[in-house]
């Protein structure tokens, strides 16, 4: 008995093919609090673009032995506001396995003034803090560090600066 061709195209769902604006609306389920993540902004000189921009470094506290592995991160900056929500992690195709955490590095340009930078898991969970971002003072200052008023909100992530990693242009020396 022969198979009918089929019509139409079957469609497969995306199982995470979720929106910045979804998580934030998400509600999380409650757990126990454990820091799981940590974000280091810095300074960095791009010398192959040659632009000076701004990177957050978001790393897991875990240490990795047997794979290397990467934090896949969607984000977005509107206004005064940067979000950057964890999409979960990628192993890498590597032969040499180094004991790492697993990272992620987002950059940035042109950002001046005070932003607040959220920091959005999966399951809705939103940590933010506010940061003060001046490029001709060589400064950046986070200014409070918070939760978001949301049902069942955890803290996952810590928020510091990395001046060991910062690098300048000469241009604005």
Do not use: W
Not at 19 to 45: G, H, Q
């Amino acid at each position: 008995m022969a198979l009918k061709k089929p019509k139409d195209i079957p469609k497969i769902p995306k199982a995470r093919e979720k929106s910045i604006d979804k998580l934030k609306k998400a509600i999380p389920k409650k757990k126990k609090e454990e820091i799981e993540f940590n974000c280091k902004i810095y300074f960095y000189y791009d010398s192959i673009s040659k632009k000076q921009k701004y990177r957050f470094h978001l790393e897991t506290l875990k240490v990795f032995s047997s794979l290397n592995y990467k934090i896949t991160t969607q984000y977005r900056k509107e206004k005064n506001e940067i979000d950057i929500s964890i999409l979960g992690l990628n192993a890498l195709n590597d032969y040499l396995t180094k004991v790492q955490p697993a990272s992620a590095e987002i950059d940035f340009e042109d950002l001046f003034g005070e932003y607040t930078v959220n920091i959005i898991k999966q399951d809705g969970s939103i940590n933010s803090a506010i940061v003060n971002f001046n490029v001709y003072k060589k400064d950046i200052q986070i200014v409070k560090e918070f939760l978001p008023q949301k049902k069942n909100n955890g803290r996952f992530c810590t928020f510091e600066l990395d001046r060991t990693h910062n690098s300048f242009s000469s241009e604005y020396a």
